[in-house]
Each structure stands twice: as C-alpha cells, then as structure tokens.
C-alpha cells in the first residue's frame, strides 16, 4: 500500500478523474466557470441537494479537502476532459 505523507501528498494522478462519472465532471466544469450550486441546479435540472451530494462525491473520490481543489485538478488535468480548458 502507498501511504500518502510526503511532500507529494496533494497531487492527484490524471487517471483519478478518470473516475468521475460524467455528470460529476459537469458539475465540477459549471464550479469551475463560478456558478453556485443553486445555478448549477437550476441548469443541469435537479435540486441543490443533488449538487451537493455531486460535489461530496467529486470532493471523495479526488480525495481534496475543497472545491476549489478539486476545480484546479480539473483545470491541471484537462486534457482528459476535452473541453475542460475552458473552465480557466
């Protein structure tokens, strides 16, 4: 097992996107372009609780203490997500 205590802690290897599932990395793109939750909502068609289970979800499996952490992996890992440089 690796155990993460290093200075290297932090990073996120691009294959740990890969395990999001598509509405998740919706979710982190519309964060990422500054829209609330509620907007997010509203957009994708669901209620805010939704999108707060979303980004617990997203937060977990990128194992980040933020969502701004998690956006700024998106943004560091973009070309996994094909149009992703546009959440800059």
Do not use: C
């Amino acid at each position: 097992m690796h155990e993460n205590n290093g200075p290297d802690q932090d990073l996120i290897p691009e294959d740990r996107l890969t395990v999001l599932t598509p509405r998740e990395v919706e979710v982190l793109k519309l964060l990422g372009e500054g829209l609330t939750q509620e907007e997010i909502a509203g957009r994708l068609s669901v209620t805010k609780n939704t999108v707060k289970t979303h980004v617990h979800r997203i937060r977990g499996k990128l194992e980040v203490r933020s969502t701004r952490d998690a956006v700024r992996e998106l943004r560091n890992k973009s070309p996994l997500r094909g149009d992703a440089e546009r959440v800059n």
